[in-house]
């Protein structure tokens, strides 16, 4: 013991948490006391040190408790001959911390005490008995933690378990939860789920809340009614909140094993299916449940992350039309939108993941036009109701939206009085609360004229804009059955245009089947499927499938003596079609027919030579001028000729007069002549 006098005494005291020192003020008191068991061990005063760093931190772990790293660290250095705490469990109540410890101060040879004895964890028996204490404590902590849980769950399972109410909700001295009384409150709440329900995305929320200057309820650090410029993160809380549809959950979030710089433990939300308890028809609710799963599944499809959460994203501006609803039908994996070159949808998981080569890329186009006229087949015959429905849910989200603003106003000029009344009751001699006071008057004052301008501005335009007659509105809902046409206005954003496909279609999966054909499944929203086949435009005949099959044809008939036109009826009316027309042009006709050197029988297209007249080439060489020297002249109208309106080329009376003519236009005695057009073929 002799040696151990000679280094200082340390009294480690903690307790496990604020709450335990603020209230256990005897077990902190039997703590500092044992300063007079160090005594009696025959240490001095002068060297016996207090560490009391870590009241108020658990002992579950050592990483963020600096009193016992200082003690640790004194250990090593040599400077410590004991260790006195109430009991081992203040210490540590984990034994990867403990065991170290016992190792360290019996290389050292520093004992432990606490109120039962003194133990040397160098010799074999203290070993034995500190390594029994700290496993006992270790067991202790889960054990004690098995309980507590197994209470709250328990009353969890009843419902009776409270729980800070989100704003909105209340709840009385008897336990019982309400709805907040002030009407204002309430309203507000419904509108954030109204106005989602109808937008569809949380962005469209807030849009709708700033551009009337509407303010949510939250719950302030005090539990009080605070109101906030609305953000994603509060409308979210809101519309994720169970206990807005009448449930008491427990268990929305666990643990991810690993813990934050300031040691708090990082959790994360669990799914709706792994939520640990629910009890329905516990609040007042503000939806029902069945639109408040409605509301989460809409959340989890904004969401887009195509390979982790399956989903389809929020209705963007892109011109792709089925942006979010598109899957390969190779390999089963989403699609993505490419607008560099044209709009296009392209399947490149493979390619990110795998380093494979790229799946599919298709023209979006053609595909969108052949969905967008499936989706009108299949919603003409309920169109106009559609329509009916569609401007009543918008006259009611006005009519809440301007409720909303009316109670804001009124809000505010209650707060504005409320000021007025506090600053008349002050000592105008107290120039400083009266200032404070006079401030917060204005500001109030402020407020409410900003909003009072901004609700009778509103209203103003309001009157002017939706005035319509009964005879308007009936021509109005007549337009249902003109929705195609609708769909090309202007006005018509490509996002609602998503929206609506959307209500009708789940999926579209696509599969080029060939280079100009590609399968189309629509999947609807009923679980139906619609097949179509697209044809794309492709660069050149032989790309096509048919399109030896029509070359052959095309020489075929052109050889039987029919000619270009009739050859291209009698193939589009067979199916064929042209590269980058979905028939079969002359001019296609032609060129197969030319390049493989067949030429019409009787009348020809073009004559080589008519008797009477000359073309360019032949008038040239009776000049000694090259063909591009009339030409140049003909486009700049120094020669004035039209094309003949049968041979379809520039033809000059075979004259002596005209070659004389034109001989002094090359000599510049003329600057300018006129030719006649043949009278009759």
């Not at 028996?125 to 309980?147: C, D, M, P, Q, W």
């Not at 505010?412 to 506090?422: G, I, K």
């Not at 009923?526 to 044809?535: A, M, R």
């Given at each position: 013991?002799?040696?151990?006098l ?6 480690y005291?903690?307790q496990?948490?604020?709450?335990q ?10 703590q ?30 050592a ?10 660290a ?19 109540r ?6 170290p410890l ?13 109120r039962?004895?003194v ?5 074999t ?12 404590s ?9 309980r ?20 909105g909700?209340?709840?009385d ?8 009384p ?7 709440i ?14 469209k ?9 509407l303010?949510i ?11 906030r410029?609305?953000?994603?993160s509060?409308i979210?809380?809101?519309?994720r ?12 979030t666990?643990s991810?094993?690993?813990t934050y ?27 029902d449940?069945?639109?408040?799963e409605?509301?989460q599944?809409?959340l989890?499809?904004n969401?887009?992350?195509y ?5 389809r994203?929020?209705?963007r501006?892109g011109?792709?039309?089925?942006q ?20 296009r ?16 890329h ?11 006229a499936?989706?009108f ?23 809440a ?28 001699d ?29 209203r ?9 007659t ?6 109005f809902?007549?337009l ?43 999947v ?12 794309p ?7 096509l499938?048919r ?16 000619d270009d036109?009739e050859?291209?009826n009698?193939?589009?009316?067979e ?5 980058r027309?979905?028939?079969v ?5 032609q ?41 140049r002249r003909i ?22 007069a ?19 057009p043949?009278?009759?073929?």
């Amino acid at each position: 013991m002799g040696s151990h006098l000679c280094r200082r005494a340390v009294i480690y005291i903690r307790q496990s948490t604020p709450h335990q020192v603020m209230t256990n003020q005897e077990s902190l008191r039997l703590q500092y006391a044992l300063r007079q068991r160090a005594n009696d061990l025959g240490w001095d005063d002068t060297n016996i040190d207090v560490v009391d760093a870590d009241l108020g931190l658990s002992g579950s772990t050592a990483a963020h408790r600096e009193g016992f790293k200082d003690v640790i660290a004194r250990v090593t250095l040599g400077e410590i001959g004991i260790i006195l705490s109430y009991e081992v469990t203040r210490l540590a109540r984990n034994c990867s911390d403990w065991y170290p410890l016992l190792d360290l101060c019996g290389y050292r040879q520093c004992l432990i005490a606490d109120r039962d004895g003194v133990y040397d964890p160098g010799s074999t028996n203290g070993r034995l008995l500190l390594g029994l204490k700290g496993t006992i404590s270790e067991v202790e902590l889960h054990t004690l933690r098995g309980r507590l849980t197994a209470g709250l769950r328990a009353k969890a399972e009843r419902g009776e378990l409270t729980l800070l109410l989100p704003a909105g909700l209340e709840r009385d001295a008897n336990g019982v939860a309400s709805k907040d009384p002030s009407r204002e409150v309430q309203q507000r709440i419904s509108l954030v789920f109204t106005t989602f329900l109808e937008g569809g995305s949380v962005g469209k929320v807030i849009r709708s809340f700033r551009d009337r200057a509407l303010s949510i309820p939250r719950r302030d650090r005090f539990g009080d009614i605070a109101w906030r410029t609305p953000s994603a993160s509060m409308i979210s809380g809101i519309l994720r909140n169970p206990a807005y549809a009448g449930a008491f959950v427990y268990g929305r979030t666990k643990s991810c094993r690993t813990t934050y710089a300031s040691g708090k433990l990082k959790t994360a939300r669990c799914p709706m299916a792994e939520w640990k308890v629910v009890v329905k028809d516990r609040y007042p609710a503000y939806i029902d449940w069945d639109g408040f799963e409605r509301i989460q599944a809409m959340l989890r499809d904004n969401h887009a992350e195509y390979q982790r959460n399956q989903t389809r994203g929020v209705p963007r501006e892109g011109a792709a039309i089925l942006q979010g609803i598109t899957w390969c039908g190779r390999c089963g994996h989403k699609m993505s939108i490419q607008y560099k070159g044209g709009s296009r949808y392209v399947c490149n998981s493979l390619l990110n993941h795998q380093g494979k080569t790229l799946c599919q890329h298709l023209p979006a186009d053609p595909i969108d036009a052949q969905v967008v006229a499936a989706f009108f087949a299949a919603i003409a015959p309920a169109e106009v109701e559609a329509w009916r429905r569609a401007l009543n849910a918008r006259q009611q989200t006005d009519e809440a939206l301007d409720r909303a603003e009316e109670q804001q106003v009124e809000r505010l000029r209650y707060q504005a009085l409320l000021a007025e009344r506090q600053y008349n009751r002050v000592d105008p001699d107290n120039r400083l609360i009266a200032a404070e006071l006079e401030r917060r008057w204005e500001r109030a004052l402020r407020e409410l004229r900003q909003a009072e301008e901004a609700l009778t501005t509103r209203r103003a335009t309001k009157s002017k804009s939706a005035m319509l007659t009964p005879e308007e509105q009936n021509e109005f809902l007549a337009l249902g059955p003109h929705l195609p046409e609708l769909w090309q206005r202007p006005d018509v954003s490509r996002a609602d245009k998503k929206q609506l496909l959307r209500t009708l279609i789940d999926k579209v999966v696509l599969h080029r089947i060939t280079r100009d054909r590609i399968a189309v499944r629509i999947v609807w929203c009923g679980g139906e499927i619609s097949q179509l086949e697209v044809e794309p435009r492709v660069h050149a005949l032989h790309a096509l499938t048919r399109g030896t099959e029509m070359q052959a044809r095309i020489l075929e008939l052109a050889r039987q003596g029919f000619d270009d036109a009739e050859i291209a009826n009698t193939l589009t009316q067979e199916g064929h079609r042209s590269p980058r027309r979905n028939y079969v042009p002359v001019r296609t006709v032609q060129i197969v027919r030319q390049r493989h050197r067949v030429l019409q029988d009787g009348v020809a297209t073009r004559a080589r030579h008519i008797a009477g007249w000359l073309p360019v080439t032949a008038m040239a060489k009776r000049l000694g001028v090259s063909s591009s020297w009339i030409k140049r002249r003909i486009r700049s109208g120094t020669i004035d000729i039209q094309r003949d309106p049968w041979d379809k080329r520039f033809l000059f009376p075979d004259t002596e007069a005209s070659i004389v003519a034109l001989r002094e236009l090359k000599t510049g005695a003329r600057d300018y002549l006129v030719f006649d057009p043949r009278a009759n073929k």
